[in-house]
T-cell receptor
Framework: NAGVTQTPKFQVLKTGQSMTLQCAQDMNHEYMSWYRQDPGMGLRLIHYSVGAGITDQGEVPNGYNVSRSTTEDFPLRLLSAAPSQTSVYFC????????????FGQGTRLTVV | KNQVEQSPQSLIILEGKNCTLQCNYTVSPFSNLRWYKQDTGRGPVSLTIMTFSENTKSNGRYTATLDADTKQSSLHITASQLSDSASYICVVSLASGGSYIPTFGRGTSLIVHP
């Protein structure tokens, strides 16, 4: 059972470039979310989805887009990378109910130069 | 505003010693509280969940407590091992009527030295 798979694991971008971080889960979870983790800041919610075709903004959505065309996939797009987006990004999934265990991917370490 | 505060921010202990991590929250209405362990370079993994009616729950050498009246939780680690070196994150979820989105604490970084 693969769980939550994120790709790539590492990425270096130049300022202004765009890219997509991929996230896939095989647990048939309705709820998927993207977080960024910066030193001293903890995990901050970027965007989330409660099902295919439904997405919403989290705490820090600026500069990021998401879509959810299938239950399994939830890609995160950086439109025009900025150095402030240098971070570690985590995708998570869970059943859509209060307090359900979230399963996290291994993370993507992104550096924008 | 719903908040989750964890203390200490970081902690260094010797192998074999016990330690206690704290989590205070203002989340309301409260549904449940989870502790996650995040190893370096990995995603967080759930250790335990505490619901409103539970006071104590153990998972091996990890024991979580909850005082819903004072809105405090603690995670006690007994006989620490090198593999306990990680970040421990407290996450609180709201009850019916509130947002489904959980509130994350910033974590406590634990380092266990041999």
């Amino acid at each position: 059972n693969a769980g939550v798979t994120q790709t790539p694991k590492f990425q270096v971008l130049k300022t202004g470039q765009s890219m997509t971080l991929q996230c896939a889960q095989d647990m048939n979870h309705e709820y998927m979310s993207w977080y960024r983790q910066d030193p001293g800041m903890g995990l901050r919610l970027i965007h989330y989805s409660v099902g295919a075709g439904i997405t919403d903004q989290g705490e820090v959505p600026n500069g990021y887009n998401v879509s959810r065309s299938t239950t399994e996939d939830f890609p995160l797009r950086l439109l025009s990378a900025a150095p402030s987006q240098t971070s570690v990004y985590f995708c998570a999934s869970s059943y859509y109910d209060r307090g359900n265990e979230a399963f996290f991917g291994q993370g993507t370490r992104l550096t924008v130069v | 505003k719903n908040q989750v505060e964890q203390s200490p921010q970081s902690l260094i202990i010797l192998e074999g010693k016990n330690c206690t991590l704290q989590c205070n929250y203002t989340v309301s209405p409260f549904s449940n509280l989870r502790w996650y362990k995040q190893d370096t370079g990995r995603g967080p993994v759930s250790l335990t969940i505490m619901t409103f009616s539970e006071n104590t729950k153990s998972n091996g050498r990890y024991t979580a407590t909850l005082d819903a009246d004072t809105k405090q939780s603690s995670l006690h680690i007994t006989a620490s091992q090198l593999s306990d070196s990680a970040s421990y994150i407290c996450v609180v979820s709201l009850a019916s009527g509130g947002s489904y989105i959980p509130t994350f604490g910033r974590g406590t970084s634990l380092i266990v030295h041999p």
